[in-house]
């Protein structure tokens, strides 16, 4: 026989989802001011304000949308990097993103963009293993030895990017990619008011680690990592991670392996 709530239970449950409305609410808005305060003043939108940094990293998304669309994130990003290459505000770019599966490979798919918009196949370094931004951001560093960079995406993924690489010792500024219309947004900036408490959880609290770290990949040097270095490759556990690919790019110039 179906339980019938009474007057009070109603009332406790209406109170208790009123109560996480605000907590979650709250934290939404302080997480936002918290991430904005701390990174105001390191993003720029000209390209002829912004320092020259040596190493540009550009964040990844997919190429095309789910119905078969273009991605104008993606596009975008493509064009803000490919602009700051060739203003010499950067050397080389890491495209960093997701490839966790055989099919999906967007490290794979900006670099192909950003090799058509007339940047030299040798300057791009893929990061197949940036499943999220911090793993972009902490293997910016610890696997591609870079404590300083220009990270390239839209101006609200910039901010919570460089929040992220505050925390982690790498002096990042942003340039903002062009922002996408408000309709073809709307579903990202939703997510992103959950991404930025989510991301202050992680570098505050819960001391996140990336999902696979491995061996270090010098920007700039054409000499290609071993297979026994590759093989190295290990996962948040410490387990070894497989690998499909080496990754290894145009005249030698070493990417990542891609995982299994």
């Known amino acids: 026989m179906p339980l019938k709530m009474t007057t009070r239970m109603k009332r406790r449950l209406w109170s208790a989802v009123v109560l996480v409305a605000i907590v979650a609410v709250a934290a939404i808005i302080g997480a936002g001011a918290l991430i904005r305060t701390a990174v105001k003043g390191r993003t720029y939108s000209d390209v002829s304000s912004i320092p020259h940094r040596r190493v540009g990293l550009i964040l990844g998304c997919s190429r095309r949308l789910s119905d078969g669309r273009p991605n104008l994130f993606f ?4 064009a803000a990097a490919a602009q700051l290459f060739k203003a010499r505000k950067i050397d080389y770019l890491i495209v960093s993103g997701d490839n966790h599966v055989a099919g999906y490979d967007e490290p794979t798919d900006m670099k192909q963009s950003l090799v058509a918009a007339g940047v030299p196949e040798e300057r791009v370094y893929c ?11 902490v293997r910016a560093k610890y696997v591609f030895g870079q404590t300083s960079v220009t990270v390239i995406s839209q101006e609200f993924h910039n901010q919570r990017a460089i ?5 982690q010792g790498v002096d990042a500024l942003g340039f903002n990619a ?7 947004s709307f ?11 989510k991301t202050v959880l992680d570098v505050c609290l819960l001391r996140t680690r990336p999902k696979f770290l491995g061996p270090k990949i010098e920007v700039g040097n054409c000499a290609p990592p071993t297979v ?7 996962r948040q556990d410490g387990t070894q991670a497989g690998i499909v690919d080496l990754g290894v790019g145009h005249a030698g110039i070493p990417g990542i392996a891609r995982f299994v």
């Open 75 to 78: 596009a975008y990003r493509v």
């Open 228 to 234: 026994g270095a590759l093989a190295g490759l290990q």
């Open 178 to 184: 062009r922002e996408v219309d408000s309709f073809n």
């Open 127 to 137: 990061d197949y293993a940036g499943f999220r931004t911090f793993d972009s951001i």
């Open 163 to 167: 929040y992220i690489a505050g925390h």
């Open 187 to 197: 579903r990202t900036k939703v997510r992103e008011q959950f991404a930025m408490v």
